[in-house]
């Protein structure tokens, strides 16, 4: 199973970016998808999940409000639309699968893992 996470890039603060992550391989099914951010140094932290069991969708509060998560289980494809970026937002960004089927935040509640893409935001 792979999963390819692109959209990154630099933008100012009050910007906006869209990632986008495909999975594919054999037999490939997941329970959900969902987006993780880390800075060098620092723990992977949650940032927004979707569970394609009625499209629940879950999200960090620092980001409630200015990110959306969406996807199609169908093509096994995540998005995550980032508004309002702010420098904190800086990170790598990976999005993730889980066959977990409750609403998985936590890191170990993953199976398959993207390689990362990189978002700057510049106050």
């Known amino acids: 199973v792979q999963l390819q996470a692109s959209g990154g890039g630099s933008v100012q603060a009050g910007g906006s970016l869209r990632l986008s992550c495909v999975g594919s391989g054999p037999s490939f099914r997941s329970a959900g998808m969902g987006w993780f951010r880390q800075v060098l140094g620092q723990e992977r932290e949650f940032v927004a999940l979707?569970?394609?069991?009625?499209?629940?969708?879950y999200y960090a509060d620092s980001v409630k409000g200015r990110f959306t998560i969406s996807g199609d289980s169908a093509d096994s494809t995540v998005y995550l639309q980032m508004n309002s970026l702010k420098p904190e937002d800086t990170a790598v960004y990976f999005c993730?699968?889980?066959?977990?089927?409750?609403?998985?935040?936590?890191?170990?509640?993953?199976?398959?893992w993207g390689q990362g893409t990189l978002v700057t935001v510049s106050s």
């Open positions: 979707i569970n394609w069991n009625g499209d629940i969708t």
């Open positions: 993730a699968a889980t066959r977990f089927t409750g609403l998985a935040h936590r890191v170990y509640e993953y199976d398959f």
